[in-house]
């Protein structure tokens, strides 16, 4: 049979006992919010500057060069932010049932449609014809670059919290970097379908 010994504290320096501070329950999924609202809200105001450019020229002239961004590959970049948000909260869903290893998966998975997005990007423009020395070229590299930075930002959030994650710092009683970084790469998967349609669809 086995006592446990309580700890012992005399009266008089009960007065001296300081109450730790209290834990501020969310801190890194509000700064995420709060940050993936300033980065759509940014994005946005960027796409505002080339449709307004674009609606000066087009009633009098072209725009962009005929065929000169193929719809086949933003469609099947499209599809993969889709994917990639079912990934994201199949990771959430995983880490809260403490399933690290099919959480670590779906983040893979994220990452892969990341690095297709970025060749994909890549091989679009290359294919395009368009320079930055012209003033439609150089609007349209800006809004796909500015998307670029952003998702490049998102994938690099995802990627620290898979290794988060992995070093299991993540669990089911704690899933906050995890949410957190499906925040953020909602905002990164919003300002694409707003580049898609404003840039590729309506040219």
């Known amino acids: ?27 890194l999924l509000v700064a ?5 609202v300033a980065a759509v809200a940014a994005y946005l105001g960027v796409i505002a500057v080339y449709l307004a450019e674009r609606a000066s020229v087009v009633p009098d002239d072209e725009w962009l060069p005929s065929g000169a961004l193929d719809l086949t590959t933003p469609n099947l970049m499209l599809a993969g932010f889709g ?13 809260g049932n403490d399933d690290r290893r099919h959480a670590w998966i779906a983040l893979a998975l994220v990452l892969v449609v990341g690095a297709y997005y970025f060749t994909g990007t890549g091989f679009l423009l290359n294919q395009s014809g368009l320079t930055v020395s012209e003033p ?12 670029l930075a952003l998702a490049g930002a998102g994938l690099f959030y995802t990627a620290v919290m898979a290794f988060r ?6 669990s089911a009683k704690d899933r906050e ?6 925040v953020f790469w909602w905002a990164v998967a919003i300002t694409y379908s707003v580049l898609w349609y404003a840039i590729y669809i309506t040219k």
Request: glycine share 8%.
């Open 1 to 27: 049979m086995s006592t446990e010994l309580a700890t012992y504290v005399p009266v008089d320096e009960l007065d001296d006992l300081v109450a730790p501070p209290p834990a501020r329950p969310h801190v």
């Open 32 to 36: 995420t919010l709060l940050a993936s």
């Open 83 to 95: 994917l990639s948000l079912v990934f994201m909260h199949w990771s959430v869903q995983a880490i």
């Open 136 to 147: 439609v070229g150089a609007l349209v590299y800006a809004a796909i670059g500015a998307h």
């Open 165 to 170: 994650t992995l070093g299991g710092q993540y």
């Open 177 to 182: 970097g995890l949410v957190s970084a499906t």
